[in-house]
């Protein structure tokens, strides 16, 4: 049973559009984020959810928008899409936030 | 300057030798040291987590801790082909709201 599952793993879609990350954890951890990876596999965090409450928000466009419906789900929306979102995005789930459990990721690419 | 410093590699070593993996910090409020794993297509995985200083040993894994120097190692002993991965050191401080601090990591290859 797959702790931390995202989907689609896969995702290849032009500019302009609108494409949307599930992610889910059935950990029963408190905190789940979004990570991206570069092609230079240089992670970078870019959203944290603890309780369902936002409390990191990294400098990323506003066309990214993170969703918790609730503690085991986070989901990534991306509006607008351009070429430079080609990366890989990781959602991840912890407790008490040093020790990080990923999911499989999502490779992105936009075309 | 970079918070956390960790030479990209690719680091090629046989198999069966000792191999070490280095992090330099430049913030001493870092207490919680990590390293991952992430094999090719798939997403990072923990490997060893310590507190603060001294040393932490699981099977042929040995992570080291020098908060004097602020250099961290990851010291694998008998290294396999399955080895072979990208390992990425993390660090955070008391208190960081869940903010982790990432290297870049160091591509492995164990040449059988």
């Known amino acids: 049973d797959t702790a931390v599952s995202q989907t689609p793993k896969y995702l290849v879609t032009q500019m302009g559009n609108d494409k949307s990350i599930k992610c889910e954890q059935n950990?029963?951890?408190?905190?789940m984020y979004w990570y991206k990876q570069d092609s230079k596999k240089f992670l970078k965090i870019m959203f944290s959810y603890n309780n369902k409450e936002l409390i990191i928000n990294e400098t990323v466009p506003n066309r990214f928008s993170p969703k918790s419906p609730d503690k085991a789900h986070l989901n990534l929306h991306i509006n607008s899409l351009e070429l430079g979102d080609s990366a890989v995005y990781f959602c991840?789930?912890?407790?008490?936030?040093?020790?990080?459990?990923f999911g499989e990721g999502s490779w992105l690419t936009v075309v | 300057q970079k918070e956390v410093e960790q030479d990209p590699g690719p680091l090629s070593v046989p198999e069966g030798a000792i191999v070490s993996l280095n992090c330099t910090y430049s913030n001493s409020a870092f207490q919680y040291f990590m390293w991952y794993r992430q094999y090719s297509r798939k997403g990072p995985e923990l490997l060893m987590y310590t507190y603060s200083s001294g040393n932490k040993e699981d099977g042929r894994f040995t992570a080291q801790v020098d908060k004097s120097s602020k250099y961290i190692s990851l010291f694998i002993r008998d290294s396999q082909p399955s080895d072979s991965a990208t390992y990425l050191c993390?660090?955070?401080?008391?208190?960081?709201?869940?903010?982790?601090?990432w290297g870049a990591g160091t591509k492995l290859i164990i040449k059988p």
């Open positions: 993390a660090m955070s401080a008391e208190n960081s709201n869940y903010q982790l601090i």
């Open positions: 991840a789930s912890s407790h008490g936030g040093n020790t990080i459990y």
């Open positions: 950990l029963g951890h408190d905190t």
